[in-house]
T-cell receptor, first 112, second 114 residues
């Protein structure tokens, strides 16, 4: 069965520091992987997706993620955190039926 | 960018009452979904809908839940007899195709069952 695991329910970084949010997937077939962001009191917004075209995926707001099959990982990074990046981040894997399976979520706190 | 619209944004109801959560998916989309997020927990899949029928549902989606696409534009989630544990944020989503196509999510309906 496909699933994702996010390591660390809470990550705190200083403004300007590197952001690294970890996600590992479990899938017997090449997965479709997504990162979504949820700002306070808002819905889920797609940051980026991996669909096997390229292992390094660039998304919105300066975020990117690298698909590493050998490590079954799809970690989300941003070189320099901004205060506006504070939000909940969800890694997800999508089955062919369209169903998204979400990870537990990681709350990103950005300190001034 | 096109949007998925959900109404109402907040719904308060008494335990045992019926509620209907409404969604207007993106107009040319074919796949529709409901997810929910209980406070402090992860987003959970409830049901997917394609070609006017349920294509997949989770164990959460029991007989108290139903979905409908009554008029070709709206997509509704009905809870027949609400329970306290139904209190959650309910998200509607739609997609043009299956596979790697991204899901567009609405901003959610916060359901509070008292």
């Amino acid at each position: 069965a496909q699933s994702v695991t996010q390591l660390g329910s809470h990550v705190s970084v200083s403004e300007g520091a590197l952001v690294l949010l970890r996600c590992n997937y479990s899938s017997s077939v090449p997965p479709y992987l997504f990162w979504y962001v949820q700002y306070p009191n808002q819905g889920l917004q797609l940051l980026l997706k991996y669909t096997s075209a390229a292992t390094l995926v660039k998304g919105i707001n300066g975020f990117e993620a690298e698909f590493k099959k050998s490590e079954t990982s799809f970690h989300l990074t941003k070189p320099s955190a901004h205060m506006s990046d504070a939000a909940e981040y969800f890694c997800a894997v999508r089955r062919n039926t369209g169903k998204l399976i979400f990870g537990q979520g990681t709350t990103l706190q950005v300190k001034p | 960018e096109p949007e998925v619209t959900q109404t109402p944004s907040h719904q308060v109801t008494q335990m045992g009452q019926e509620v209907i959560l409404r969604c207007v998916p993106i107009s040319n989309h074919l796949y529709f979904y409901w997810y929910r997020q209980i406070l402090g927990q992860k987003v959970e899949f409830l049901v997917s809908f394609y070609n006017n029928e349920i294509s997949e549902k989770s164990e959460i989606f029991d007989d108290q839940f139903s979905v409908e696409r009554p008029d070709g534009s709206n997509f509704t989630l009905k809870i027949r007899s609400t329970k306290l544990e139904d209190s959650a944020m309910y998200f509607c989503a739609s997609a043009g195709t299956g596979g790697d196509e991204k899901l567009f999510f609405g901003s959610g309906t916060q359901l509070s069952v008292l």
